[in-house]
């Protein structure tokens, strides 16, 4: 199973652009990678997926380099809104879904 | 994307009785279920992966006969907390994905307090 590290916590202000990297050193070939956000007392919230190269949604950017040893999140312009747990996750999906391990996550805090 | 809910939301109960938690995948088949629990401040901590039709496989340290998970349809599990003590009291989510889905949806959870 893939272990991933991310920073336990960080800080922003609002309006600025919020880059949460993950090392996950040992990603097998048919893993995904995964963000989720959670808030206190809630389920996570699928944020975007990638497999490799660069994922963009209504939301956020991948960012996933050619080794896939590593890959980072980018939230465009946070607000308030966006303080919560953000966790990196890589496994299997669909047929190949495998169970996924949670690491830390990091901890935003976003200021006014 | 997919919607998975759990039910109930929030449940107190009295040591020694069994609580049940349902997890549904709302607008897909979930061939696979996950259920985590989670503590205060603490990170997700996989309890079980069930698949449909066929039993469960549990974490290492989750005691199988505590925690009774049943995956009888591909919209349906259920996670059964027998004779629940209040160190049992926690943050119980599950999560689900089907063939065609490309990753896993999670529940909103469901507060568990054993008084």
């Known amino acids: 199973l893939a272990k991933t590290t991310q920073p336990i916590s960080m800080d922003s202000y609002e309006g600025q652009e919020v880059n949460i990297t993950c090392s996950h050193n040992n990603i097998a070939t048919n893993d995904y990678i995964t963000w989720y956000q959670q808030f206190p007392s809630q389920g996570p919230r699928f944020i975007i997926q990638g497999y490799k190269t660069k994922v963009t949604n209504e939301v956020a950017s991948l960012f996933i380099p050619a080794d896939r040893k590593s890959s980072t999140l980018s939230l465009p312009r946070v607000s308030l809104s966006d303080t919560a747990v953000y966790y990196c996750?890589?496994?299997?999906?669909?047929?190949?879904?495998?169970?996924?391990?949670f690491g830390s996550g990091t901890r935003l805090s976003i200021r006014p | 994307g997919a919607v998975v809910s759990q039910h109930p939301s929030w449940v107190i109960c009295k040591s020694g009785t069994s609580v049940k938690i349902e997890c549904r995948s709302l607008?897909?088949?979930?061939?696979?279920m996950f259920w985590y629990r989670q503590f205060p401040k603490q990170s997700l901590m996989l309890m079980a992966t069930?698949?449909?039709?066929?039993?469960?496989?549990?974490e290492q340290g989750v005691e199988k006969d505590k925690f009774l998970i049943n995956h009888a349809s591909l919209t349906l599990s259920t996670l059964t907390v027998t004779s629940a003590h209040p160190e049992d009291s926690s943050f119980y989510i599950c999560?689900?994905?089907?063939?065609?889905?490309?990753?896993?949806?999670f529940g909103p959870g469901t507060r568990l307090l054993v008084l």
């Open positions: 069930s698949n449909e039709g066929s039993k469960a496989t549990y």
């Open positions: 607008d897909f088949q979930a061939t696979t």
């Open positions: 999560s689900a994905t089907g063939l065609a889905e490309e990753t896993q949806y």
């Open positions: 996750l890589v496994g299997g999906v669909g047929s190949s879904a495998s169970k996924i391990i």
